[in-house]
């Protein structure tokens, strides 16, 4: 069963615009990751957020952490075609090692 | 270097007989994951293995479903007798040395296999 909850579950946006999606989960979590997967294959890392971190920027990506909420946000920045693909949540839960998958953001950006 | 590799790329099998998934992970990496995608499912974690201790296999579907990984490296997923419901995309990711859970991991290509 999956620990986290996306949403949207589809967003389309035109290039240059900003993406934002949200992800909520439910038990105590050590960190949160969040990946890209395009064509349903080969998930690709972005970035890993600890749970004593509440803010972490990569580049164009923005993410953050309200473990009293118990949710988590990426924003993609000055979107581009190529940012087209799926976006997942994943947790590590507190004390534990394995990924816990949100149910995922189709995005589309239109050129 | 290699990333994670994962082989074949595509299965086509009939239900009730026995399919093997391989994994190569990044030379170096101690700790193995093996993770499945559907679409009724999402992403479900299956086994994971860390160095020589005993593997994670709480994930597991059923026990037609073992995997071994040998000399610390590579990994191969079993499915005794395949069903339909294990059409689905196997992934594969491995991760550095060190508490293998608080790094990232990294994810090979999967294997998409399909149960006629």
């Known amino acids: 069963s999956q620990q986290g909850e996306e949403d949207p579950q589809a967003l389309s946006i035109q290039e240059g615009e900003n993406a934002t999606m949200n992800c909520s989960y439910k038990t105590s979590i050590n960190n949160l990751q969040w990946y890209r997967q395009n064509s349903g294959r080969g998930l690709v890392h972005l970035i890993l957020?600890?749970?004593?971190?509440r803010e972490k920027h990569s580049g164009r990506l923005r993410v953050t952490l309200d473990t009293s909420k118990k949710s988590s946000s990426l924003l993609i920045t000055a979107s581009r075609a190529a940012d087209t693909a799926s976006y997942f949540c994943a947790m590590i839960k507190a004390a534990g090692n394995k990924l816990t998958f949100g149910g995922g953001t189709r995005v589309l950006v239109k050129p | 270097g290699a990333g994670v590799s994962q082989s074949p790329s595509n299965k086509v099998t009939e239900k009730g007989k026995d399919v093997e998934l391989r994994c190569d992970p990044i030379s170096g990496h101690t700790a193995l994951y093996w993770y499945r995608q559907s679409l009724g499912q999402g992403l479900e974690f299956l086994i994971y293995?860390?160095?020589?201790?005993?593997?994670?296999k709480s994930g597991l579907p059923s026990d037609r479903f073992s995997a071994e990984r040998t000399g610390g490296s590579v990994s191969t997923l079993t499915i005794q007798r395949t069903q339909q419901e294990d059409s689905a995309v196997y992934l594969c990711?491995?991760?550095?040395?060190?508490?293998?859970?608080?790094?990232?991991?990294?994810f090979g290509p999967g294997t998409r296999l399909t149960v006629l």
């Open positions: 990711a491995s991760s550095p040395p060190g508490l293998g859970g608080y790094n990232e991991q990294f």
């Open positions: 293995f860390q160095g020589n201790s005993a593997p994670d």
């Open positions: 957020i600890r749970s004593n971190e």
